[in-house]
């Protein structure tokens, strides 16, 4: 028996970020054909209305209801010529790590890029990146490439500052509280 956090229908589909082939595409899908390799955003919009114009898909209005399930053999993107996103080159010809990467492009980096953009990093900021799991190292990322000229890490893991140093954090700081403003200070 399985207990579930949430409760769930029995083979309720889950999961909310994909990479795949597109089998099929509507009357009205002119951006993506039969046979490209695409990242399936874990949050897309209509692309008509104000939020997703304005770069929020995830409050689109009129957002697909019943959520995503693209934990699946096969799943049916709403919205495929504003969101899907085209990758060029046969996916046959990736790697495994390659094709890890570009699954990130579905989730968490969107997430840590949306971050950075969020808080309006532009070029020569001083930025500081709460936590070092998967979307904060994507947030480091989103604020280099906005021109970020300062990264702070907030980072307790040896290995993750070792990533979050390679991804453009230029300073790490492991402690909390108090300890972590007189270190930032010293690091001024």
Known sequence: MVSWLSPREKDTLVGHEAIGIVE?????VTNVAVGDFVIAPFT??????AACLAGFDGNCLNAPAGGSAYQAEYLLFNNADWALVKVPGDPKSFSD????????????????YHAAVSAEVKTGDTVVVMGDGAVGLCGIIGAKL???????AMSRHADRQKLATEFGATDIIAERGDEASRTRDGID
């Open 97 to 112: 790590e390659m094709l890890n990467s570009l699954l990130s492009l579905a989730d968490v980096m969107a997430t840590g």
């Open 44 to 49: 897309h919009g209509c692309g008509h209305y």
């Open 146 to 152: 906005l021109g970020a000229k300062r990264i702070i």
């Open 24 to 28: 099929e595409v509507g009357s009205e």
